[in-house]
């Protein structure tokens, strides 16, 4: 695919959307942003007069509202969910009702819409708990909550409708890090370096653990990679996104590397010792797609808006917490 396509991206308000949106214009792409805008429509505010983009505030359960709007899109990048455990557990009905519910109708109505291609956003949380180092993509899946568990479930759902003229693909992200218009708080990177700047402690539950990492904005090229491959590489395909396989402890020393040497590292014993790592080889030598962002550049920019003011009341502002935003809104 190439640029001046039209490209539906459910979620595009979102904390990746917002940052991948803004490259996509930029780069030629019509781009039609469906969401719900629970996170405020300014976080958009820098491209909001391209001419070359096109807001829904739409639900994803809307089937009419989503048949409607989708004509004449080339293809579909899926990021729209309840995101994290948390946020499900809070609502598990709600959960359900997007995250899985609604996915089948949406891949149905794309293809019947004539949409070439379809990429959509699962989780490296699909895994489970691993004892092998580097796992990749052929592993068996052993999801651990419902979040995870749907998010497998749609996997295998979109492969279904994998055919020569509807080309199917899906990403296993790690956690993504760093600085977005529609911030998150409440990712590990992010809550350490918060933490860091505006307490000037980290506490640090246990340490050994390990936890996949990108920056997003690798995470935004990985997903315009997948756009814009021959079809045959993708195809079908689920590739794991990640950069770094840091210990928590590790992590919380490259935010005190930044932010500054003051900062006291609180370690606290934990029964959570469960670790994750994932192996992104697969992206790599099938797409050529290689992460170009360090952690510690996430963590450059995230202490950058802080110095900024570009975040109000980081530490309490429930726009940048997940949980904290669904029981403000009541969503339902």
Same mark, same amino acid.
Do not use: W
């Given at each position: 695919? +190439?640029?001046?396509?039209?490209?539906?991206?459910?979620?595009?308000?979102?904390?990746?959307?917002?940052?991948?949106?803004?490259?996509?214009?930029?780069?030629?792409?019509?781009? *039609?942003?469906?969401?719900?805008?629970?996170?405020?429509?300014?976080?958009?505010?820098?491209?909001?007069?391209?001419?070359?983009?096109?807001?829904?505030?739409?639900?994803?359960?809307?089937?009419?509202?989503?048949?409607?709007?989708?004509?004449?899109?080339?293809?579909?990048?899926?990021?729209?969910?309840?995101?994290?455990?948390?946020?499900?557990?809070?609502?598990?009905?709600?959960?359900?009702?997007? +995250?899985?519910?609604?996915?089948?109708?949406?891949?149905?109505?794309?293809?019947?819409?004539?949409?070439?291609?379809?990429?959509?956003?699962?989780?490296?949380?699909?895994?489970?708990?691993?004892?092998?180092?580097?796992?990749?993509?052929?592993?068996?899946?052993?999801?651990?909550?419902?979040?995870?568990?749907?998010?497998?479930?749609?996997?295998?759902?979109?492969?279904?409708?994998?055919?020569?003229?509807?080309?199917?693909?899906?990403?296993?992200?790690?956690?993504?890090?760093?600085?977005?218009?529609?911030?998150?708080?409440?990712?590990?990177?992010?809550?350490?370096?918060?933490?860091?700047?505006?307490?000037?402690?980290?506490?640090?539950?246990?340490?050994?653990?390990?936890?996949?990492?990108?920056?997003?904005?690798?995470?935004?090229?990985?997903?315009?990679?997948?756009?814009?491959?021959?079809?045959?590489?993708?195809?079908?395909?689920?590739? +794991?996104?990640?950069?770094?396989?840091?210990?928590?402890?590790?992590?919380?020393?490259?935010?005190?590397?930044?932010?500054?040497?003051?900062?006291?590292?609180?370690?606290?014993?934990?029964?959570?010792?469960?670790?994750?790592? *994932?192996?992104?080889?697969?992206?790599?030598?099938?797409?050529?797609?290689?992460?170009?962002?360090?952690?510690?550049?996430?963590?450059?920019?995230?202490?950058?808006?802080?110095?900024?003011?570009?975040?109000?009341?980081?530490?309490?502002?429930?726009?940048?917490?997940?949980?904290?935003?669904?029981?403000?809104?009541?969503?339902?």
């Amino acid at each position: 695919m +190439n640029a001046q396509l039209k490209v539906f991206i459910t979620g595009g308000a979102g904390y990746v959307g917002a940052v991948l949106v803004p490259k996509l214009l930029e780069r030629g792409y019509d781009v *039609i942003v469906y969401d719900l805008f629970i996170y405020g429509e300014h976080v958009l505010k820098e491209c909001s007069t391209a001419p070359n983009l096109t807001t829904i505030n739409g639900d994803i359960r809307n089937r009419n509202l989503v048949k409607e709007t989708i004509q004449g899109c080339d293809a579909v990048i899926h990021l729209a969910c309840i995101s994290n455990d948390p946020s499900f557990e809070l609502n598990p009905k709600l959960g359900r009702s997007i +995250n899985l519910d609604a996915f089948r109708p949406l891949v149905e109505i794309a293809k019947d819409a004539g949409v070439k291609r379809f990429i959509y956003a699962s989780s490296s949380s699909v895994y489970g708990i691993k004892a092998v180092p580097d796992v990749h993509e052929s592993m068996s899946l052993d999801p651990l909550t419902d979040y995870s568990r749907y998010k497998a479930e749609c996997e295998t759902i979109l492969n279904e409708y994998q055919s020569s003229d509807f080309t199917t693909a899906t990403v296993r992200p790690a956690t993504v890090c760093g600085y977005s218009p529609r911030q998150r708080l409440d990712v590990v990177v992010n809550i350490l370096t918060n933490l860091a700047y505006h307490k000037r402690e980290i506490s640090v539950f246990g340490g050994d653990q390990l936890r996949p990492n990108i920056n997003i904005n690798d995470m935004v090229e990985a997903y315009i990679n997948i756009l814009n491959a021959p079809k045959e590489n993708i195809a079908g395909e689920i590739f +794991n996104v990640g950069c770094e396989n840091h210990t928590v402890m590790q992590l919380a020393e490259i935010v005190r590397e930044v932010i500054g040497k003051d900062v006291t590292l609180k370690a606290t014993a934990t029964d959570d010792n469960r670790s994750y790592h *994932i192996s992104s080889k697969k992206i790599k030598n099938k797409l050529g797609f290689k992460p170009r962002h360090s952690i510690c550049e996430a963590v450059r920019g995230l202490k950058k808006a802080f110095v900024n003011n570009l975040l109000s009341d980081p530490m309490e502002n429930d726009y940048y917490y997940n949980t904290k935003r669904m029981r403000a809104i009541n969503m339902n």
